[in-house]
C-alpha cells in the first residue's frame, strides 16, 4: 500500500505542474495580447 501511494504522489506532481504552466502560459499570452493590441509595453 506504501509503495502504491508513493508511486501516485510521484506521478502526480508533473501533472499538477503541468496544469500551473499551462494556466500561467494562458495568462502570459492573454497579457501579450491586450499590450500589443493597446500599444502598451508588456512590462
Known amino acids: 500500500m506504501?509503495?502504491?501511494l508513493m508511486t501516485l504522489?510521484?506521478?502526480l506532481w508533473?501533472?499538477?505542474v503541468?496544469?500551473?504552466m499551462v494556466v500561467i502560459?494562458?495568462?502570459v499570452v492573454k497579457?501579450?495580447?491586450r499590450a500589443r493590441r493597446?500599444?502598451?509595453d508588456l512590462v
Open 2 to 4: 506504501n509503495v502504491l
Open 9 to 11: 504522489y510521484v506521478l
Open 14 to 16: 508533473p501533472v499538477l
Open 31 to 33: 497579457d501579450l495580447r
Open 25 to 27: 502560459g494562458r495568462g
Open 38 to 40: 493597446t500599444g502598451e
Open 18 to 20: 503541468a496544469i500551473m
